[in-house]
């Protein structure tokens, strides 16, 4: 007999696949109080990129979200005919969305765009202020990245002040690009983010 045999019996994990989507993210995400200052909660979801079986569950669900019928219409299509995602691109706000919206767009078979913080992007660019919760910033756009009429996913990984997100959805609109909704893995609640992004379509895989 073995040494794992010898020893207590031991219960099998829950099969991932399993588990429902907003509850396997929120049992691998781990709280950590007063970060990036005192009074902030950060949800820090690198385990869950770190787990290979939850990142893919967490790519597909970021990947399907229901597509806003206003962009369907005005791009002239179905929004997801067979073979389509529904999307053209994938924008990825800096930094954790970067992993995220690269996962996707690969996935997908598009290109992926990043949006920046201020002075990071070498070639013209535009550029928007937005207000976090706990400060001020900026986010640029390369002026080529996307174009006119293009169908624009936009991909990060929490939803709070909506700040962050209303800034990028004027920049991609700025060059002309329709966004077909905003796909985020957590939405918090209590701040009200979303009616801030409102009349666009929010995507949230958990919503607390």
């Known amino acids: ?6 020893g207590s019996p031991v219960r099998a994990a829950r099969p991932v696949d399993d588990v429902p989507l907003d509850e396997l993210i929120a049992s691998l995400a781990v709280d950590v109080p007063d970060f990036p200052v005192p009074g902030v909660l950060f949800r820090d979801l690198t385990p869950v990129f770190a787990d290979g079986a939850a990142f893919r569950r967490m ?48 996935d997908a078979g598009v ?24 400060g001020t910033a900026t986010l640029e756009l390369h002026a080529d990245s996307i174009t006119p009429g293009q169908r624009v996913l936009i991909v990060d990984d929490v939803l709070a002040t909506g700040g962050t997100l209303a800034a990028t959805v004027a920049l991609v609109e700025q060059l002309g690009g329709l966004v077909t909704a905003v796909s985020v893995v957590i939405e918090l609640s209590a701040p009200g983010g979303r009616q801030r992004i409102a009349p666009h379509t929010v995507h949230a895989l958990w919503t607390t």
């Open 1 to 6: 007999m073995s040494s794992e045999d010898a």
């Open 111 to 134: 290109g992926v765009v990043p949006v920046r913080k201020s002075g990071k992007l070498p070639r013209e660019r535009i550029a928007a202020d937005y207000a976090l919760e706990y």
């Open 59 to 106: 790519v597909d669900g970021l990947a399907a979200p229901i597509p806003d019928p206003r962009v369907a219409a005005l791009a002239g299509g179905d929004g997801h005919p067979d073979g389509n995602p529904g999307f053209d691109v994938v924008v990825g706000v800096e930094a954790r969305g970067f992993l995220l919206a690269a996962a996707v767009a690969l």
